[in-house]
């Protein structure tokens, strides 16, 4: 165990075959408790679970009689989950079993109360807690959008393609553009291979995996991030760049929409979910046109407002020790 401020933190290795199915990883987390606990019940009168397949299920297996038990669903692969028949029981077991079931957006929460309409009174919006008081704030305004950030996976859910191919474009007309893309995954080869094909190598910087703790960094010496992912539930890299004072060049894909609602023209650009480059061009174009237009103050105080830590934590509080609020309507 170790100790992380007021909490004591136990980490439980779960093996597991990668390529097998969600039930199977779900029974392992649970065997994996079980046998540190040696019999016995999880000792606390409040369970949080974090993802329903894994900490759900356990929490509900594990957790004494009687004790409230609240699950966290954030998870992009969720539709996976439920095409397989024994997880997707174990899923609708979890939500029947557990006191709230918490997703950390409306269109994820739309989801599961399509999937389970028998439960939709139990499934609320409580969304991701954002360190927002621990991200500094750039120091000087941006004035313009030269440099470009990604940070994330390199894998195609994440538009990566089309975001080099439209850096590309916007590159022909600044010559000053720079791009830097922070992260790794199956596409990394590829866009590298690109990258020179354009005859981008010294405007574009292919980066690997940086610590969580770097990542302010690269958000402060950039001046816009593009987002062009298909489908995110929430959008932290998003958020974490809005506190940190930066614009943002996303896509309307679920999560986003929610956490830039009331500040999207201040905050920066959206663009649609489509294949092809034009959107993400004009979106750019836009932007720089308009940098006096934004207010990235104010972004950051709604973003701290809804998702800092002491918004979420008094919505929590209310959830393990009150009463359960009314069920919100889908």
């Not at 987390?29 to 046998?35: G, I, L, N, S």
């Not at 313009?144 to 994330?152: F, H, K, S, T």
Request: aromatic letters at 8%.
């Amino acid at each position: 165990p170790e100790r992380r401020g007021p909490a004591t933190v136990t980490r439980i290795p779960a093996p597991i075959r990668a390529g097998r199915f969600y039930a199977e990883y779900a029974r392992a987390h649970e065997h994996a408790v079980r046998t540190i606990l040696r019999g016995r019940r999880l000792p606390a009168e409040v369970v949080h679970g974090h993802v329903g397949i894994y900490g759900g299920w356990v929490a509900c297996q594990l957790a004494q009689p009687g004790a409230r038990i609240f699950v966290t669903e954030h998870a992009t692969f969720l539709n996976h989950i439920l095409r397989q028949p024994d997880a997707r029981e174990m899923y609708r077991d979890v939500v029947a079993r557990c006191t709230a079931f918490f997703c950390v957006s409306e269109v994820l929460r739309k989801q599961l109360a399509e999937a389970f309409p028998e439960h939709a009174g139990k499934l609320y919006v409580v969304p991701n807690a954002v360190r927002v008081e621990e991200i500094p704030f750039r120091q000087e305004p941006v004035t313009e959008i030269r440099r470009w950030l990604y940070v994330g996976s390199f894998s195609e859910r994440k538009g990566v393609r089309w975001l080099l191919e439209a850096f590309g474009v916007c590159a022909l007309e600044n010559r000053d553009l720079e791009l830097t893309m922070v992260g790794g995954g199956p596409l990394h080869d590829e866009l590298a291979q690109r990258v020179v094909q354009l005859g981008l190598q010294d405007r574009v910087r292919l980066l690997g995996p940086v610590p969580p703790e770097e990542v302010t960094g690269y958000l402060h010496s950039h001046d816009v991030l593009v987002h062009l992912s298909r489908y995110e539930t929430f959008g932290m890299t998003v958020v974490e760049a809005l506190a940190s004072g930066i614009p943002v060049i996303v896509t309307r894909c679920g999560g986003p929409e929610e956490t830039l609602s009331g500040i999207e023209h201040v905050a920066g650009e959206f663009v649609p979910v489509v294949d092809g480059v034009v959107e993400i061009v004009e979106a750019y174009r836009r932007l720089a046109s308009r940098v006096d237009e934004l207010d990235l103050v104010t972004a950051r105080k709604s973003i701290e407002e809804r998702y800092g830590f002491a918004a979420v934590r008094e919505q929590l509080a209310q959830f393990y020790f009150g009463a359960l609020p009314a069920p919100q309507e889908v």
